[in-house]
């Protein structure tokens, strides 16, 4: 039952406001059709039956005419139906009596049902159309009761109508506005919702575009760090290259070594200049190690004990040291220096020197 209920609720249209007056139109109906029912049997204890089978009879082909269209959306379509069939209905016994009566402030009940299943303009309508009907009745059949006069009927129909009009109207007008304002806030909310979808997409969007641009730098990064590693790598086999040419050892006859000395001498190229000695020494066997300081731009105290541990330190593998090359400026700045030269072999030029060495012809 609940599932048949929930069908014949369903209100094919997208405004909230169409759906609930077609859902108060299918209710209507249905509680008609409960009536029209229930109404049935006491027909046979009528003794005038037509009058009430032929109302019957316009509420059930009413009812079966307006809940499918209703349910399809037509609400505004079907809300005027109910409301013309009510208005025939209500005035249908009065037209069989040929004569108006009280009941015509029943036209009080579409003027109701408008409230309910129509825009608050269209209620206005409704009471104008009661009206032309009660001026209508009340011209054709008179009423011929003693103590109801025709216009006191009259009045007390227009009466009642227009308070139950008015009644309908404020009351539509504030559920329409009730609506409006519900169906405005959630337009806003869709609004605001579809704003922070389109916000998050376009955040996302940056997001992975920033993560994009961060990886690409990182990859640089990376790509700028390899390069670098390798420069320097080049770097530091050059720096070698150079610091092994910087003091190089060269073998100019049997058990004679040459070691030209260009530039100025620190500390680690002095360093150098004593490890490669000593190992070309032992590893050759060689008798002789000539210094060659012809290219020695400066001889300060520091290079010049340098020389001297050179050659004791040759001495004491067995070879014996010459220094050739030696400029006069070098000379003079050696000798104010005040260093103890005379146990090492000196020559002014290299030739000179490689002469003075026994067996080197």
């Known amino acids: 039952m609940k599932a048949l209920l929930a069908w014949l609720a369903q209100v094919d249209h997208p405004l909230e406001d169409v759906r609930r007056r077609g859902q108060i139109i299918i209710s209507v109906m249905c509680a008609l059709l409960v009536i029209v029912v229930i109404a049935i049997p006491s027909l046979l204890f009528n003794p005038k039956p037509l009058t009430s089978a032929v109302a019957l009879g316009l509420g059930l082909v009413l009812a079966v005419v307006v809940i499918p269209l209703a349910r399809r959306g037509k609400v505004t379509f079907a809300g005027w139906i109910v409301v013309i069939t009510t208005s025939v209905i209500v005035s249908i016994p009065m037209m069989l009596r040929g004569e108006t009566s009280y009941t015509l402030a029943y036209l009080l ?30 011209f054709v059949y008179p009423t011929t009761d003693q103590v109801a006069t025709t216009g006191g009927v009259v009045t007390h129909a227009i009466l009642i109508t227009m308070i139950g009009s008015i009644i309908s109207f404020v009351n539509s007008r504030i559920t329409v506005g009730a609506f409006h304002a519900v169906s405005e806030g959630q337009r806003t909310i869709e ?115 340098g020389f001297i541990s050179v050659v004791r330190s040759v001495r004491l593998l067995g070879a014996e040291t010459m220094l050739v090359g030696i400029r006069p400026e070098v000379a003079q700045a050696m000798v104010s220096l005040g260093l103890e030269l005379d146990s090492i072999s000196t020559s002014a030029t290299l030739q000179e020197g490689l002469q003075r060495i026994p067996n080197y012809n």
């Not at 109701?112 to 209508?136: D, H, K, N």
């Not at 092994?244 to 073998?251: A, F, N």
């Not at 070309?280 to 190690?289: C, E, G, T, Y």
């Open 109 to 138: 009940v579409p003027v109701l049902i408008a409230g309910v299943v129509l825009r608050p303009w269209q209620i206005l309508m409704v009471l104008v159309g009661a009206w032309v009907i009660i001026g209508t009745l009340a």
């Open 191 to 305: 609004q605001n919702a579809k704003q922070l979808v389109e916000l998050n997409s376009s955040l996302e969007a940056q997001v992975h575009e920033r993560t994009a641009d961060l990886e690409n730098a990182l990859m640089k990064l990376q790509d700028r760090a390899s390069t670098q590693e390798r420069l320097l790598d080049e770097i530091e086999q050059q720096r070698e290259v150079i610091r092994e040419m910087s003091v190089p050892v060269l073998p100019v006859a049997a058990k004679v070594l040459v070691m030209p000395l260009i530039g100025a001498l620190d500390s680690e190229r002095l360093t150098r200049l004593q490890e490669n000695a000593l190992q070309a020494v032992q590893r050759q066997s060689i008798k002789h190690l000539v210094l060659d300081i012809t290219g020695v731009v400066v001889v300060d105290s520091q290079v010049a004990q």
